[in-house]
């Protein structure tokens, strides 16, 4: 009898998370690679690089980036055989499968001795177009697969199905979701593009009008934001150095900095106060007690006391928790999913996507 | 004691030594393995417990040496010529025992491998073997809510699927 291998993939537009049963729990950025001559090609040894190799060598690469806005970079009007989609869906194919050769890595055997069973998390409001295209993608690399809401699946894996509110701050979007025992409606979630990318551009602009000779990329500015990200009134102040001329020249970038974090809060916090006030009024006060904050935007220093403080202001009152393991959380619970899913559902599964 | 009463009882103990390996043979023959592992080790060893029996008569009488050599030689020529038959036999019997043991390791793997299979089928129909023994059903028991919830989930990927929008 095979092995069954059971996998939850959070398919990020920055980061692409993995956790399987057997133990592997890793990510890679998401992107991918191609050499842009037979130079570079000889000096890497393989025609795909991956994640942050890609990110680090891109000067030599070619990189393409399979997914914006935590959705595969199709659009609803995209012709299925254009360059693009193609492309999009190539990219998108690599990148999962790399994922799920990295989770396979500890097995000793070959692929063919298991059966790879995905649960794949989709952000809340992505087309049927989009999920479609990833079921396609994954199930030539999965033996049986499903897609699911990234916020439910937060939620599953936290044990919050009913009365909890999830907040899943992405680089590409921000998802939010209520949960009230059933499968959560088009009506009980909210998405909003304003998220880590957002972030990254604003204070990349902020820092190009008041430093205009330094030199400086966006993802420069990325790697200084998930240092230091804040919007702590208390913080310490944050000091950087960039290029000017060439010559390293050191900044006080802390009020930019948080700026740049705080303008994804007001999204966030009429999202909230949207999804409590459509709520049954009886039910309201379960979700203000239960807003949970997941996603690498999530430890943005003082987010959650800002957050409650508007809800204290325009709500009344709220708390808010912030996930353990904020980069893991939607993996984790798509694992959840994946493993306490019947043998018989995937069957039912498996039977329609033959005939599809 | 009597020199000639030695003597003829000398003789006769060869000739009945005689006789008595003449119908060894036969017993050998159908006894198996213990005698002739006994006999496959050597004239010596077979010779060893008549060497006790006469030692006694060599002591007092020197003459029954001839006759007790005579029965003895004669019975290690027997007794070689029987271990090369009784060495066949050997054969035939290491033979029969390494297809016993081949059909016995073939039918053992055959049954090992149908309560495997077996025991595949139960697993994947949700029950095995519990630590403190007996059988239990397969993982954590589910809720009827997280039953709820994975029917849906089942139910908007066959929406998926059969859409062809």
């Known amino acids: 009898m095979k092995k069954v291998i059971n996998i939850g993939i959070d398919l990020g537009t920055s980061r692409s998370v993995i956790s399987a049963d057997n133990g592997v729990r890793t990510f890679l950025g998401s992107i991918v690679g191609y050499p842009k001559d037979a130079v570079s090609l000889k000096l890497f ?14 000067v030599s690469l070619n990189i393409f980036r399979p997914f914006e806005n935590g959705m595969l970079k199709i659009s609803q009007t995209m012709d299925e055989k254009s360059k693009e989609y193609q492309k999009a869906v190539e990219t998108a194919k ?45 199930k030539d690399l999965l033996d049986d697969v499903m897609i699911v809401s990234e916020p439910f699946a937060v939620a599953y894996g936290l044990k919050l199905l009913t009365s909890a509110l999830i907040v899943d701050i992405g680089a590409g979007t921000v998802d939010l979701c209520r949960m009230h025992g059933t499968m959560p409606a088009d009506e009980d979630q909210v998405t909003s593009t304003k998220a880590g990318d957002y972030v990254d551009q604003v204070f990349y602009e902020l820092l190009k009008k008041k430093y205009p000779d330094a030199t400086l990329t966006v993802n420069m500015v990325r790697m200084i934001k998930e240092e230091n ?7 310490e102040a944050i000091f950087i150095e960039l290029p000017v ?45 239960n807003v949970i904050l997941a996603g690498g935007g999530s430890q943005i220093v003082g987010l959650k ?22 980069l893991y959380a939607g993996a984790n619970g798509a694992l959840f999913l994946c493993k306490d899913m019947p043998d018989e559902y995937w069957q039912q599964i498996k039977v329609r996507a033959k005939k599809a | 004691m009597d020199k000639t009463f030695v003597l003829e009882k000398v003789s006769a103990g060869a000739a009945v030594l005689d006789r008595t390996l003449d119908y060894s043979y036969a017993s ?8 002739y592992s006994y006999i496959k080790r050597g004239g010596q060893t077979a010779l060893e417990p008549l060497v006790k029996i006469t030692s006694p008569a060599w002591s007092t009488v020197g003459s029954m040496y001839d006759l007790t050599a005579q029965g003895v030689r004669s019975g290690i020529k027997k007794l070689s010529f029987r271990g090369k038959e009784i060495t066949k036999i050997g054969q035939r019997l290491d033979l029969i025992d390494k297809i016993l043991a081949e059909l016995e390791v073939s039918a053992l793997k055959e049954t090992l491998a149908n309560l495997e299979q077996r025991l595949a089928y139960i697993e994947q129909h949700g029950i095995v073997a519990s630590k403190e023994g007996g059988l239990q059903l397969k993982g954590k028991k589910l809720s009827e809510d997280k039953i709820m919830f994975l029917r849906a989930i089942v139910k908007e990927n066959i929406n998926l699927l059969e859409d062809n929008k």
């Open chain 1, 305 to 326: 006391k800002v957050i409650e403080e508007y809800m204290q202001a325009n709500l009344g009152y709220g708390k808010v928790y912030k996930v353990e393991e904020p």
């Open chain 1, 245 to 289: 001329k060439g010559k390293p020249v050191k900044y006080d970038v802390t009020e930019d900095l948080k700026e740049a974090c705080s303008c994804i809060v007001p999204d966030i916090a009429n999202g909230i106060q949207h999804l409590v006030a459509s709520f049954d009024p009886e039910f309201q006060k379960d979700l203000k007690d």
């Open chain 1, 45 to 58: 040894g393989r025609d795909i690089i991956f994640g942050e190799e890609a990110l680090r060598n891109r």
């Open chain 2, 28 to 35: 050998v023959e159908y006894a198996g393995l213990v005698l």
């Open chain 1, 229 to 235: 990200s804040t919007i702590s009134k208390h913080g």
């Open chain 1, 94 to 138: 690599l990148l999962l499968g790399r994922l799920i050769e990295l989770a396979l890595d500890e097995e000793a055997g070959n692929r063919d001795d298991f059966i790879v069973r995905g649960v794949i998390g989709a952000p809340a409001m992505a087309s049927r177009k989009n999920k479609k295209a990833l079921l396609e993608i994954a």
